[in-house]
């Protein structure tokens, strides 16, 4: 317990010195070289015709979030797998994959919930609807984390926290290795 509380405190100091950073910043009211230089760019946006709009699609990537969901787990089991080779501890093991756990059933809620969202015609209430199941997200999340003392008995909070900011940090690593991008498929308007 003494780890999670080293930790909070930590992340406390973290956000008040961000705190301090944001608020030494200069900020001007009313700039208005930034309000031109945004009517500046207004004024020079061109609409892409349905040829140029095609030839984009197919030239940049898009996100696959199954796969980096598939590599999350995959990351999740071997760290499961080296803690039970190395050290054998129960407690750890458990800990550990509680850790990936608390990551990936919350991820995949929201990427099953994403699908959904990007099936709608109107992109307001898409929009709405992918708020609020990153919320739900962020809820699953906290419960998950809040249970595990009570599900794992002598949980190790340290393996816990080291799990989940491993699995969650997956996306780095997918972003690294491309394994994020797939050429989308030309539609058709």
């Known amino acids: 317990m003494q780890g999670f509380a080293a930790f909070a405190a930590c992340v406390t100091w973290l956000s008040f010195e961000m705190v301090k950073i944001a608020s030494a910043l200069p900020i001007e009211k009313h700039n208005t070289k930034a309000v031109?230089?945004?009517?500046?760019?207004?004024?020079?946006?061109k609409p892409l015709t349905v040829e140029e709009a095609?030839?984009?699609?197919?030239n940049n990537a898009q996100s696959s979030p199954w796969r980096v969901l598939?590599?999350?787990?995959?990351?999740?089991?071997?760290?499961?797998?080296?803690?039970?080779?190395?050290?054998?501890?129960?407690?750890?093991?458990?800990?550990?994959?509680?850790?990936c756990v608390a990551v990936v059933i919350p991820a995949l809620v929201f990427v099953r919930?994403?699908?959904?969202?990007m099936?709608?015609?109107?992109?307001?209430s898409a929009l709405v609807g992918l708020l609020i199941w990153e919320m739900v997200k962020i809820a699953l999340t906290v419960a998950l984390l809040l249970v595990a003392?009570?599900?794992?008995?002598?949980?190790?909070?340290?393996?816990?926290?080291?799990?989940?900011?491993?699995?969650?940090?997956?996306?780095?690593?997918?972003?690294a290795l491309g394994w994020m991008q797939r050429k989308s498929k030309p539609t058709t308007f």
């Open 54 to 58: 095609q030839a984009w699609r197919q």
């Open 119 to 124: 099936r709608r015609t109107q992109p307001g």
């Open 149 to 175: 003392p009570k599900v794992i008995s002598d949980l190790s909070w340290l393996a816990l926290v080291a799990s989940f900011v491993v699995t969650m940090k997956v996306y780095w690593l997918a972003m």
């Open 70 to 99: 598939g590599l999350q787990v995959a990351v999740g089991i071997l760290m499961v797998l080296l803690t039970g080779l190395f050290t054998k501890d129960v407690r750890l093991i458990a800990s550990v994959a509680w850790g």
């Open 36 to 45: 031109l230089a945004v009517e500046d760019l207004e004024s020079e946006f």
């Open 113 to 117: 919930a994403l699908n959904r969202q």
